[in-house]
């Protein structure tokens, strides 16, 4: 299949979530808790069966954080992982800092992805072989090559942990914000540096936003420096570091991480 295909699938899967949440009101919506203690809304089962409808079909594998794990995934060679929404405690509580994400894997690596994020006005779409696109424009990782004013998104919770105390005294600029998936795109399409996280993510939270990264010339690694692989048999990955390319050494230097793998 043509990444192009890829890419007007995704599209239109975005596009369809976007229709589904216009039946919502972040900040107004009910939920619940699933096993674990993460919470649920009725936005986040309608989405996802929005994108399952538009995104699954032929030998491909699904994997999504609103879905029954289907292990038959491990099998295919193209899977598509997906969250409803990223960042739904936001959206629960009126915070613009939440997305709906869409990555496609093939054999482990994340080689298309779009993120779609309704409060902040972005449609951010690219993959390996056409590069990024941001509300329709071309766009990419930023040609930064100096550490000092980096702007590096963080974690809203990981820095209300105290996560992030280490790096308030680097020359990094930090900003706080919600959804994994939404820094990622932002790294991806050039409105930001870097962001990381150190501490465990399931690979729905990051496969969308890794393959923005990746396709806007931006490398994305595990805690060990490695090249991060998706589609395992169990989704819950280390952490993982994203960064624009002239940074990378700087930011693997600061985090005490090895950049030679």
């Given at each position: 299949?043509?990444?192009?295909?890829?890419?007007?699938?995704i599209?239109?899967?975005?596009?369809?979530?976007?229709e589904?949440?216009?039946r919502?009101?972040?900040?107004?919506i009910?939920?619940?808790?699933?096993?674990?203690?993460?919470?649920?809304?009725?936005?986040d089962?309608?989405?996802n069966?929005?994108?399952?409808?538009?995104?699954?079909?032929?030998?491909?594998?699904?994997?999504?954080?609103?879905?029954?794990?289907?292990?038959?995934?491990?099998?295919r060679?193209?899977?598509?992982?997906?969250?409803?929404?990223?960042?739904?405690?936001?959206?629960?509580?009126?915070?613009?800092?939440?997305?709906?994400?869409?990555?496609?894997?093939e054999?482990?690596?994340?080689v298309a992805g779009?993120?779609?994020s309704?409060?902040?006005?972005?449609?951010?779409?690219g993959?390996?072989?056409?590069?990024?696109?941001?509300?329709?424009?071309?766009?990419?990782?930023?040609?930064?090559?100096?550490?000092?004013?980096?702007?590096?998104?963080a974690?809203?919770?990981?820095?209300?942990?105290g996560?992030?105390?280490?790096?308030?005294s680097?020359?990094?600029?930090?900003?706080?914000?919600?959804?994994?998936a939404y820094?990622?795109?932002?790294?991806g399409?050039?409105?930001?540096?870097?962001?990381?996280?150190?501490?465990p993510?399931n690979e729905?939270?990051?496969?969308?936003?890794?393959?923005?990264?990746?396709?806007?010339?931006?490398?994305?690694?595990?805690t060990d420096?490695?090249?991060v692989v998706?589609?395992?048999?169990?989704?819950l990955?280390d952490g993982?570091?994203?960064?624009?390319?002239g940074?990378?050494?700087q930011?693997?230097?600061?985090?005490g991480i090895?950049?030679n793998?």
């Amino acid at each position: 299949m043509a990444r192009s295909d890829d890419l007007t699938r995704i599209a239109d899967a975005l596009a369809a979530a976007g229709e589904v949440l216009k039946r919502y009101t972040p900040g107004e919506i009910e939920s619940e808790l699933k096993d674990g203690g993460d919470p649920l809304t009725a936005a986040d089962t309608a989405v996802n069966d929005a994108l399952a409808a538009a995104l699954r079909g032929g030998d491909e594998g699904w994997l999504s954080e609103e879905s029954t794990d289907a292990h038959s995934r491990l099998d295919r060679r193209r899977v598509w992982v997906v969250d409803p929404i990223d960042g739904t405690r936001e959206f629960i509580d009126g915070i613009p800092e939440w997305c709906v994400s869409v990555g496609l894997v093939e054999d482990g690596v994340p080689v298309a992805g779009g993120v779609l994020s309704p409060p902040n006005g972005h449609l951010i779409i690219g993959s390996d072989e056409t590069g990024v696109m941001c509300n329709g424009q071309p766009a990419g990782t930023t040609d930064t090559a100096d550490i000092r004013g980096a702007l590096v998104l963080a974690s809203r919770s990981e820095v209300r942990r105290g996560e992030w105390e280490r790096f308030f005294s680097t020359p990094i600029a930090v900003r706080n914000m919600g959804s994994v998936a939404y820094k990622l795109s932002l790294v991806g399409a050039g409105l930001a540096d870097a962001t990381w996280t150190l501490v465990p993510k399931n690979e729905w939270d990051v496969a969308g936003g890794a393959a923005l990264v990746r396709a806007g010339g931006g490398r994305v690694c595990g805690t060990d420096g490695a090249e991060v692989v998706f589609n395992r048999a169990d989704p819950l990955m280390d952490g993982f570091i994203a960064v624009a390319p002239g940074l990378s050494d700087q930011v693997m230097a600061l985090l005490g991480i090895s950049s030679n793998r």
